[in-house]
């Protein structure tokens, strides 16, 4: 079966840095993508990855291991409003994206 | 319209009531998705269309159909409303459906199924 695994919830600080862990194991890849949704509203794009190594956008940054399926989204700098889900999404090989679901980050002051 | 538009925001149903949820977008885009998104589960697709006249079914069906007439719409139907229905569905859509570009998702409509 196609599996994304992803922590539930995560605590840091507002100022620091943190990483959330994505795992997967799916039918073919064809990307991985990171989304950002806060509570009551809709999903919205932060990320791809379709090669090993780090993308870097800003405070957000992407890694991806192909041959481990494994990915981090890492958020430097944290400020209260990144306080949401954290969405970790694999584009099997019929290109339907598979969802984990959700990291919960909660920042404290 | 700027985006992607849903209706209604949110509905209370009668179980056995048949349903339609609106969708529409504006960008010009080929694929649209619908999806369902319950509490501890990730997103699942119900439905999508690659292109307007094509449908497919996704992880989560039954239940549900879908029509693409035209490049801007993806109505989903629930036929028959059950509680197990009860979900928040989020259209979304893109570019296509192959490249790296990324789904865009609607505000989404909060369902409840009596």
């Known amino acids: 079966g196609q599996n994304i695994d992803q922590p539930t919830e995560m605590t840091a600080t507002e100022g620091a840095i943190v990483q959330i862990n994505c795992t997967y194991q799916?039918?073919?890849?064809?990307?991985l993508f990171w989304y950002q949704q806060h509570a009551g509203e809709a999903p919205t794009f932060l990320s791809y990855?379709?090669l090993d190594g780090l993308e870097e956008k800003g405070r957000f940054s992407s890694f991806l291991s192909r041959s481990k399926g494994y990915s981090y989204l890492l958020l430097k700098e944290l400020q209260m409003k990144d306080s949401a889900s954290y969405l970790c999404?694999?584009?099997?090989?019929?290109?339907?994206?598979?969802w984990g679901a959700g990291t919960k980050l909660i920042i404290k002051p | 319209i700027a985006g992607i538009t849903q209706a209604p925001t949110s509905q209370i149903l009668a179980a056995g009531r048949r349903m339609t949820l609106r969708c529409t977008q504006d960008?010009?885009?080929?694929?649209m998705y619908w999806y369902r998104q319950d509490l501890g589960l990730g997103l699942r697709l119900i439905h999508y269309?690659?292109?307007?006249?094509?449908?497919g079914k996704g992880e989560v069906p039954d239940g549900y159909s879908v029509s693409r007439a035209n490049t801007d719409d993806f109505p989903l139907t629930l036929a028959s409303a059950v509680p197990s229905q009860t979900s928040v569905y989020f259209c979304?859509?893109?570019?296509?459906?192959?490249?790296?570009?990324?789904?865009?998702f609607g505000p989404g409509t909060r369902l409840t199924v009596t």
């Open positions: 979304a859509s893109s570019i296509d459906s192959t490249s790296s570009y990324e789904q865009y």
């Open positions: 960008m010009r885009h080929n694929a």
């Open positions: 269309s690659n292109t307007a006249g094509t449908t």
């Open positions: 799916t039918s073919g890849f064809n990307g």
């Open positions: 990855n379709v």
């Open positions: 999404a694999v584009r099997d090989s019929n290109y339907q994206l598979i």
